[in-house]
């Protein structure tokens, strides 16, 4: 059976880009793979935060990750920092990253820009996200469309360790879904939805209630046009609704534009609105039941402990091939 890794940052509530790019994939994968699913809040520590807030999150995570169906029978569900081995691959895999491939990363880009104090940790992210993925053997890695530089610079890492030391890691696949891939913002269709946007209306959050959810997609920005057709270029609003009414109700966007033909926006966006709140009131109500159950604690405890027998064997290998230590 292959195996699968992915990983969420603690970073705030999640939004329906961060269910649709990876959790809905997530859930699907668990049947048929090896999963191991992580919380990684050594990657949300490379902004600043609020440490009580932090640790709401993190909880807040877990309990999403459940209440959308990951099932801790069939995949590994853990937090990043309570696995040590992470860090100790990630100063690893910073050892052979190069200052040149760490400075063309987008995200890096994007969150550094502007800013005042920028960490040394969030220039070498990648090399973390890398050591992520690497311990456990890793398949394949499913994920949205923004990571897809990150995965590629794991691949070329994990193909330079073995190249210059020994034949320790697979290099993983990444799988990316055909539809919703980049979820855009739903005040800047050509920017991405996205956790952090200090603009509240620009995101659906997963724990929005169907009041909130139906007022953010009425006021989505879209065009003047009044014709529900997908054209990414030009009418980049309606084509992300669209995206996000396919993956919601499971139909596709060509019986989609046929439904709404000769109807309004209004109709359309009340759709919308609709396939979305049938798919998230549910994992909200489960959420809520286990947000502070004792369940949730044992199987982070459990998870993390599973990940870590993985992790240190890797861990032992790579050291190895390194030359680090001492012969045991
Ligand atoms: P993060 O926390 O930003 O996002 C988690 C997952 O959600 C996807 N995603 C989206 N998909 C579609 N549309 C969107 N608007 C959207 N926004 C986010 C992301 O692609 C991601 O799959 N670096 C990673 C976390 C990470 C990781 C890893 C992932 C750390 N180590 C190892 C995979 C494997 C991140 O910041 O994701």
């Given at each position: 059976m292959s195996t699968i890794f992915s990983g969420i940052q603690p970073s705030g509530t999640l939004t329906i880009g961060n269910y649709v790019?990876?959790?809905?994939?997530?859930?699907?994968?668990?049947?048929?793979?090896?999963?191991?699913?992580?919380?990684?809040?050594?990657?949300?520590?490379?902004?600043?935060?609020?440490?009580?807030?932090?640790?709401?999150?993190?909880?807040?995570?877990?309990?999403?990750?459940?209440?959308?169906?990951?099932?801790?029978?069939?995949?590994?569900?853990?937090?990043?920092?309570?696995?040590?081995?992470?860090?100790?691959?990630?100063?690893?895999?910073?050892?052979?990253?190069?200052?040149?491939?760490?400075?063309?990363?987008?995200?890096?880009?994007?969150?550094?820009?502007?800013?005042?104090?920028?960490?040394?940790?969030?220039?070498?992210?990648?090399?973390?996200?890398?050591?992520?993925?690497?311990?456990?053997?890793?398949?394949?890695?499913?994920?949205?469309?923004?990571?897809?530089q990150h995965l590629e610079l794991t691949r070329d890492l994990a193909q330079r360790f073995n190249n210059r030391f020994l034949d320790v890691f697979t290099v993983p696949e990444i799988s990316i879904p055909k539809v919703g891939a980049r979820i855009m913002s739903l005040q800047e269709p050509t920017k991405k939805m996205s956790k952090s946007d200090e603009n509240a209306k620009a995101s659906i959050f997963m724990l929005d209630d169907p009041k909130k959810i139906e007022k953010k997609?009425?006021?989505?920005?879209?065009?003047?046009?009044?014709?529900?057709?997908?054209?990414?270029?030009?009418?980049?609003?309606?084509?992300?609704?669209l995206d996000i009414h396919a993956v919601f109700s499971g139909e596709t966007i060509e019986e989609l534009e046929r439904k709404y033909e000769g109807k309004g926006y209004g109709d359309f966006k009340q759709g919308v609105a609709d396939a979305i709140i049938n798919v998230l009131k549910p994992i909200q109500d489960r959420y809520y039941e286990i947000l502070d159950s004792a369940l949730l604690d044992q199987i982070l405890d459990q998870g993390a402990e599973k990940a870590s027998l993985v992790a240190n064997k890797t861990i032992q290998k790579a050291k190895k091939a390194m030359g680090l230590g001492r012969v045991k």
């Open positions: 790019g990876a959790i809905r994939q997530f859930v699907e994968l668990q049947n048929s793979h090896n999963c191991f699913f992580c919380i990684v809040d050594e990657h949300a520590v490379t902004v600043p935060q609020e440490r009580l807030k932090l640790r709401d999150n993190i909880r807040s995570l877990a309990a999403i990750y459940l209440a959308s169906g990951i099932d801790p029978n069939k995949s590994t569900l853990f937090i990043q920092s309570e696995v040590p081995a992470h860090t100790q691959l990630g100063w690893m895999m910073q050892s052979i990253s190069y200052m040149g491939e760490l400075e063309r990363m987008t995200q890096f880009k994007d969150k550094s820009e502007g800013k005042e104090a920028v960490s040394s940790a969030l220039f070498t992210y990648p090399s973390l996200m890398a050591a992520d993925i690497l311990l456990y053997n890793t398949d394949l890695v499913p994920v949205g469309d923004d990571q897809k997609i009425k006021s989505a920005v879209t065009d003047s046009e009044g014709i529900v057709k997908y054209d990414k270029e030009n009418k980049p609003g309606v084509s992300n609704l």
